[in-house]
């Protein structure tokens, strides 16, 4: 599996460098980062993290089990906490990766297409792959079910593809479809 973050952030976030290294400290270097998009369709965040929020999908150059997505989870709530400022949030990190056929991030919170992974995290499918395009489904949160990170998530899907063909193991369950 290919482990990505989408990094939600307020445009007054000053620390992206301290950020990067430290996402990649976790999850290994950084192979794609993003554009930060407007984060427009809810104002959820904004008493936390302030105005003008942006959302920025990353991917990593280390495939992983999914599996290890739990522990990730963990170790970015942690990440979280670590650029907080009295007591608020700065950065929200959604931890997840992609396979050949969607994409998934993790929560600690359930929901009934959510699966329980151990450790207080549930993967949470949020787009599928199919006919060559990203679908979202029907819980998938607004911003990326519009379709805003469709060229995000073919480019991540590429690398991934690129680091099976190249022999990188991609973790168990990760087997290659027939015609990709």
């Known amino acids: 599996m290919k482990y990505i973050t989408a990094v939600l952030a307020g445009s007054r976030f000053g620390d992206d460098e301290e950020l990067v290294r430290s996402l990649e400290s976790i999850l290994g270097r950084i192979d794609y980062m993003g554009p930060s998009r407007p984060f427009t369709v809810s104002d959820y965040y904004e008493d936390e993290m302030g105005p003008d929020l942006g959302r920025?999908?990353?991917?990593?150059?280390?495939?992983?089990?999914?599996?290890?997505?739990?522990?990730?989870?963990?170790?970015?709530?942690?990440?979280?906490?670590?650029?907080?400022?009295?007591?608020?949030?700065?950065?929200?990190?959604?931890?997840?990766?992609?396979?050949?056929?969607?994409?998934?991030?993790?929560?600690?919170?359930?929901?009934?297409?959510?699966?329980?992974?151990?450790?207080?995290?549930?993967?949470?499918?949020?787009?599928?792959?199919?006919?060559?395009?990203?679908?979202?489904?029907?819980?998938?949160?607004?911003?990326?079910?519009?379709?805003?990170?469709?060229?995000?998530?073919?480019?991540i899907r590429r690398l991934y593809k690129d680091a099976r063909k190249q022999g990188q193991p991609g973790g168990r369950g990760s087997t290659r479809p027939m015609g990709t």
């Open 56 to 155: 920025a999908f990353f991917s990593f150059e280390p495939l992983g089990p999914p599996e290890g997505i739990a522990g990730i989870k963990h170790e970015t709530s942690r990440l979280e906490d670590r650029f907080s400022a009295e007591g608020r949030r700065k950065v929200n990190i959604d931890a997840g990766y992609m396979d050949y056929f969607k994409v998934v991030l993790a929560s600690f919170k359930s929901a009934p297409q959510k699966i329980y992974l151990g450790n207080g995290v549930y993967a949470d499918p949020v787009m599928m792959y199919h006919d060559g395009a990203f679908d979202p489904l029907p819980w998938t949160f607004p911003d990326i079910r519009e379709g805003g990170y469709t060229e995000d998530f073919v480019e």
